[in-house]
């Protein structure tokens, strides 16, 4: 069973630009969830996706969208970088049965650093 | 305040120990509780989860939770080098669609 897969593994972008991340979740897995993880801080959530449509969003700005394709993998798209968005960008993938979700299974991220 | 609430350490323990982990909440909404190991550089690994208050083992891992002081605990038993990593709780949001984190504690288990 392959689990929850991200690339690129590492980013350097500039201030301004824009950026795409890419998730492919676990086999089996309808929902995708993305989370910001600052140096020194736990995952923030950023937003989640189910069926392809947007199932919950955090605190994060309009320019930080998403997309979820039809094999369940997701992108994050990120405009207009800004220096705080340096961080580890984490993809998490759920199950579709059982309860809550509380079972969410992370990839290993892809760290950004914007200059 | 933070939703989550977690003491960043470091902890530094020999090999051997016992270690208490710990976080707090302040939502009384919060049913699930879940421990995640992060090793540098990796994505959280889920170690266990637990729904509502009480007690559940996993080989040398309890995860505890005590919904009336609103406080979670994960404990390790026999601790080994490679527990080295850092602890984060988590708790499912309302909505149950988001994990709400604490800042997690590095954990350093030396031989």
């Known amino acids: 069973e392959t689990g929850v897969t991200q690339s690129p593994t590492h980013l350097i972008k500039t201030r301004g630009q824009q950026v795409t991340l890419r998730c492919s979740s676990q086999?089996?897995?309808?929902?995708v969830s993305w989370y910001q993880q600052a140096l020194g801080q736990g995952p923030q959530f950023i937003f989640q996706?189910?069926?392809?449509?947007?199932?919950g969003r955090g605190n994060f700005p309009p320019r930080f969208s998403g997309l979820q394709f039809p094999n369940y993998s997701s992108e994050l798209n990120v405009n207009a970088l800004e220096l705080d968005d340096s961080a580890l960008y984490l993809c998490?993938?759920?199950?579709?049965?059982?309860?809550?979700?509380?079972?969410?299974?992370f990839g290993p991220g892809t760290r950004l650093l914007v200059l | 305040q933070k939703e989550v609430e977690q003491d960043p350490g470091p902890l530094s323990v020999p090999e051997g120990a016992i270690v208490s982990l710990n976080c707090t909440y302040s939502n009384s909404a919060f049913q699930y509780f879940m421990w995640y190991r992060q090793y540098s550089r990796k994505g959280p690994e889920l170690l266990m989860y637990?729904?509502?208050?009480g007690n559940k083992e996993d080989g040398r891992f309890t995860a505890q939770v005590d919904k009336s002081s609103k406080y979670i605990s994960l404990f390790i038993r026999d601790s080994q080098p490679s527990d080295s990593a850092t602890y984060l709780c988590a708790s499912l949001g309302g909505g149950y669609n988001k994990l709400i984190f604490g800042a997690g504690t590095r954990l350093a288990v030396h031989p």
């Open positions: 086999s089996g897995h309808n929902t």
């Open positions: 637990t729904y509502s208050s």
């Open positions: 998490a993938s759920s199950p579709p049965t059982g309860g809550a979700g509380e079972t969410q299974y």
């Open positions: 996706y189910y069926r392809e449509e947007e199932n």
